[in-house]
């Protein structure tokens, strides 16, 4: 589950969390909820899609995976 929240209006409850900037994507592995991840990487989708496979408990494949790939190999042969 991919979830917002608003952290100026709710409180979160986590030992070591200190949250100093916004957007902040914090990865709670379904395994271990007390230690979230900090994403850190590129704010793009297939980096964060990355980051979300390298770290689910559960294997996924988002619909469109292979479109986007090969959409973005036709635009660096157009360049």
């Known amino acids: 589950m991919i ?6 209006a709710n409180e979160l409850d986590v030992a070591g969390i200190d949250i100093k ?4 994507i ?3 592995s379904a395994g271990n909820k007390a230690e979230p991840v900090v994403y850190k990487q590129e704010r793009e989708v297939n980096a964060f899609v990355d980051f979300l496979k390298e ?6 494949e988002l619909a469109g995976d292979a479109v986007e790939d090969e959409e973005d190999e036709d635009e660096k042969d157009e360049l």
Request: hydrophobic fraction near 35%.
């Open 3 to 8: 979830a917002k929240m608003d952290y100026t």
């Open 26 to 28: 914090l990865f709670f």
């Open 55 to 60: 770290h689910s408990s559960k294997p996924f």
């Open 21 to 24: 900037g916004f957007p902040t």
